[in-house]
Nanobody
Framework: QVQLVESGGGLVQPGGSLRLSCAAS????????MGWYRQAPGKQREMVAS???????NYADSVKGRFTISRDNSKNTVSLQMNSLKPEDTAVYYC?????????WGQGTQVTVSS
């Protein structure tokens, strides 16, 4: 089992920045890809960014050039730096970790971009 705890959400004005962090605990030595997903009201959950243990990154087209995912394997953390935020980035953001064929999720953190 893997436990994921997110932090760093909040309210920010358009054009602002936020940094999300996720700390993993439990059976962490076998964690593969980690990432961030988001779900806005009335929409399906979507992948925002992901990173392998070796540092290979993937981003959704909508966040490329604005968001940066990073991972510290020694601390078992993954972070998402979000810059130039837009109202359409408003959603609950979830940390995800893949362990074999299993997916583990954090509890989610709200990000609201509004003036």
């Amino acid at each position: 089992q893997v436990q994921l705890v997110e932090s760093g959400g909040g309210l920010v004005q358009p054009g602002g920045s936020l940094r999300l962090s996720c700390a993993a605990s439990g059976i962490i030595f076998s964690i593969g890809r980690m990432g961030w997903y988001r779900q806005a009201p009335g929409k399906q959950r979507e992948m925002v960014a992901s990173i392998t243990s070796g540092g290979n990154r993937n981003y959704a087209d909508s966040v490329k050039g604005r968001f940066t995912i990073s991972r510290d394997n020694s601390k078992n953390t993954v972070s998402l730096q979000m810059n130039s935020l837009k109202p359409e980035d408003t959603a609950v953001y979830y940390c995800n970790a893949k362990l074999g064929a299993s997916d583990f999720w954090g509890q989610g953190t709200q990000v609201t971009v509004s003036s």
